[in-house]
């Protein structure tokens, strides 16, 4: 079992930037692939970035390219998503979530979210 734990989230003017924490509580999640979700209230979780447990591989939704980043230090035992040029539209609660297969949509453990709010 890992329980993972995000942190970061806030309030931010768009424009500017945030970066995101996940890290597993009391455990490690060296071998899993971890990802970064988005849900607003009223719609469905949507796939934001995704790493491989090397870090040698990245995935990114095409409306965060270019402005996120998601990295990872297994020596931290941390995952990171560094978001600039926020917009609005980027608000929503983030998850993350860590699995032994990368994926857009399929993983065996989530966090319990932190909220990103952008103001126009």
């Known amino acids: 079992q890992v329980h993972l734990v995000e942190s970061g989230g806030g309030l931010v003017q768009a424009g500017g930037s945030l970066r995101l924490s996940c890290a597993p509580s009391?455990?490690?999640?060296?071998?899993?692939?971890v990802a970064w979700f988005r849900q607003v209230p009223g719609k469905t979780r949507e796939f934001v970035a995704a790493?491989?447990?090397?870090?040698?591989?990245?995935y990114s939704a095409d409306s965060v390219k270019g402005r996120f980043t998601i990295s990872r230090d297994n020596a931290k035992s941390s995952v990171y998503l560094q978001m600039n040029s926020l917009k609005p539209e980027d608000t929503g609660v983030y998850y993350c979530?860590?699995?032994?297969?990368?994926?857009?949509?399929?993983?065996?453990?989530w966090g319990q979210g932190t909220q990103v709010t952008v103001s126009s």
């Open positions: 009391g455990g490690t999640f060296l071998t899993y692939a």
């Open positions: 979530a860590a699995g032994r297969i990368i994926s857009r949509t399929m993983y065996d453990y």
């Open positions: 790493i491989t447990w090397s870090g040698g591989s990245t």
